[in-house]
């Protein structure tokens, strides 16, 4: 037999290490900020923090806020303190975009490939409150604290579930958080790990900006910036074959956006009502 | 008390699964990433048993962990971090089945890694793949097994604490599981 099991097993068990520490960071980065209340000394047997975590312990939730904040963090600035910064100190640039991302009530943006596409609106995301998507697929969400809906143009109908946890956006926004931040979203390692291949000023719907070529494993980024706020209003990833692999283009910041927006009339929809169920 | 890294990596046991778990829940977040070094590559074991997709499997990963995290106050006994995380993972996994991330994977998809699709089929490891074959034909149990003693350092004492059964039962199922891939293996030797 070709196979010895006590080599090949520990080798199959190999691959679920890949990428692990990459993956840490970003789960570390995307944890939620909840505080634990743990009032008892500092040192504890099994059996004491068992019973600690039976009565005494209570949690200070602010998932939605730090989730919320992750997105936009991810989504508009993300790339600005990799590449755009003209400080000379990224843990200064990178104190700046955070500052600056707090200041953000409302994004939009198109996310697509070569074989799909979603857009995405975001409102009040400090309070992770509305969020619209529309999948090219014809599949429209609405979700806020109260409720989650989803209506397929395809069947016409409109399913409508309590809001418990958070939306499924915060999943959307933390992946697209990869396309900026290929390593770790707080880290400044990747720092090192990209090249900057070009930039020039360019003019990019009325507005005075710079176009940088950057290089990451392999891949081509192409952003364009503000020069004046911290945003990134496109960003472009090209594979090694030159092949567009993604497109990002943020449409509107900080505009007011109706609440019909984060809507989904049921009138004319067959419509499932799944809450408190 | 603060973790050094170093003294976790590669799933090194020094500091107990209680300890960390204790730690995270007073806000040390780096104690959480010591349970993620431990546990993560079993989580994504698993999960891979699922989707057969390693990115897929490293996406229900994170989410694995997200949810243990939110719900850590509700483990009961902090000890028994594995195995309530394995249990977690299951959960996931049959969400995963169930469609419930169908969408939010229409959208991580939408991003093919076009050159790690083209390794992957390029690879020309038949060895590994006839393994993988195998692996996919024991039951959910036998698989679990296996992932648990691999991926905790061949730990039976580990492993027997994260399945919940007796250290027989552990290698019953270590053998049932080794006999059928060897057979499997074997067979496809032949062929």
Redesign the interface.
Known sequence: ???S?NN??????K??????QY??E???G???E???K?ERA?T?S?GE??S???SG?R?R?S?RTALAAAAVLAIAFGIFVHFGSECDNPQAAWAAAIENAGQVQSVHFR???G????EMWCRHPQEFRDFRVE?S?G?V?TNNYEKHC?YSKKTNLLSIRSANGPP?EK??LG??GK?FIEKSPFSGDLISESKILHSEKITYKGEQCLKIIAEMK?DRFEYILDKKDPLIFEVK?Y???G?V??HVEVLDVDRNMPDSLFIIVPQGKKVADRRGK | ?SFDESRLEGGSLTV?D??L??E????D?TA??GL??RY???V??IC?DTTRD?GQ???L???V??RA??K??K?????RFGAWLVSITRNVCREYRRGKFR??H???G??????EQATEKDSPDE??L???EA?NKLSEKERLA??VY??QEQDAEQAQKILNISRSGLYRLLAKA?EK??RH??QS?KT
């Open positions: 037999m070709n196979v099991l090949d097993l520990p080798d199959y068990y691959e679920f290490g890949q990428n692990h993956l840490r970003r789960l570390l995307t944890l939620p909840v505080q634990w743990v500092e504890a099994r923090i068992a600690l975590l039976f312990v949690l939730s998932l996310f697509s490939t074989n799909s596409s979603v999948y697929n599949i969400t989803y499924l999943y959307l992946e697209l396309l392999g990833r594979g090694p074959s092949k692999r993604s | 008390m107990a209680a300890t778990v204790l995270t829940l007073k806000g977040k959480f990433s993620y070094d993560a590559r079993l994504r074991a891979n390693l499997a490293q996406d990963g994170q989410e962990f997200l995290y939110s850590l106050d483990l009961n006994d902090p000890d969408d939010r229409v959208l991580v939408l991003a093919p890694d076009e050159d060895r590994l006839d393994l993988k692996l296996l992932h691999y991926l080794r891939i060897e293996l074997t030797d």
